[in-house]
């Protein structure tokens, strides 16, 4: 008797525990569904300096919607930003003392061709000077270890794997939002390698591996250097770049012609820059649109 009487009092609290478990799997189920906006539309930035932002920001470009909203990489004193919280995308959106580039005016193309409910985020991890080989997952460190110390210590910042920074920050953004495309901008410190395509492509695979995407998923939009009518002094990587897409058929070649440049022939201008960001932007709505 006394163990039917357990058998029967054991019965009802093992179905509500249960019960309880299945109600928790469901409520957190649901939370990360609703954690992640469909309308907020993120955007991964990597390269050398002319995506890390080279040209001194202007007022004009301190001023932004709040749609437009910035991932930050690294903690900045100087900007009261945190590592790893969304602020409005007020140059600078790389690091603390970086400049202009083009993911600024990207953005902003973008808000003023998209409906008044959509969103835009950037997650920008540059390093002025570097090869393509700082992206490298299995190949940064021995890029680094014979790197100039001036390289090694932009690197640091990224606690010594800007690579692995970008993956970490862009899994924290899909819990928020959606990423729609990848924009680049390097070449400079490849030029006339000949290889740059194929290790481009490299870096994007493992790239939506590491994120849990499908291959070929994301439109990755490549910048030219500056164009030889503008002094470029690394212009003939442009013809390099431009068959990236033979490689990358998701890859698409941002023009740079017209886009003023500064007398180093290796940066645009702060105009130069708005205008490259502008490219940028409209390639990405040709592409959202037809999606």
């Known amino acids: 008797m006394k163990s039917k009487q357990i058998i029967y009092r054991v019965a009802p609290l093992v179905k509500i525990k249960s019960f309880i478990m299945g109600f928790v799997l469901i409520s957190f ?19 050398q300096s002319n995506m890390e932002g080279h040209a001194k920001f202007e007022e004009i470009d301190t001023v932004v919607d709040d749609r437009f909203q910035v991932l930050q990489t690294v903690d900045c004193e100087n900007l009261d930003r945190v590592k790893g919280n969304w602020y409005p995308a007020a140059a600078p959106l790389t690091r603390c003392y970086t400049g202009l580039g ?14 008044e409910h959509i969103k835009v985020g950037v997650i920008n991890v540059s390093v002025g000077g570097t090869k393509i ?21 932009m690197v640091e910042e990224y606690d010594g794997d800007p690579y692995g920074r970008l993956i970490e920050m862009a899994k924290l953004a899909q819990q928020h939002g959606v990423i729609k495309g990848i924009l680049l901008h390097q070449g400079e410190s490849n030029t006339g390698d000949q290889t740059w395509p194929t290790k481009v492509k490299g870096v994007y695979d493992t790239m939506l591996s590491d994120l849990g995407l499908n291959p070929n998923s994301l439109p990755l939009l490549a910048g030219e250097m500056v164009s030889e009518a503008q002094g470029g002094k690394c212009a003939s990587m442009n013809d390099i770049i431009k068959t990236l897409p033979e490689v990358l058929p998701t ?11 500064v007398d180093d022939g290796l940066h645009f201008s702060a105009a130069g820059y708005r205008e490259l960001g502008r490219r940028y932007g409209i390639k990405m709505l040709e592409i959202l649109n037809k999606d």
């Open 29 to 47: 189920t649901i939370g990360k569904l609703q954690a992640q906006d469909e309308n907020f539309y993120i955007f991964l930035s990597f390269g």
């Open 102 to 115: 083009p993911s600024d005016y990207f953005g902003r193309t973008l808000l003023d061709n998209l409906p």
């Open 133 to 153: 080989e700082l992206f490298q997952k299995d190949n940064y460190q021995s890029y680094v270890a014979t790197a100039p110390g001036w390289l090694q210590n």
């Open 251 to 261: 890859a698409h070649v941002i023009s740079s012609e017209d886009c003023e440049a």
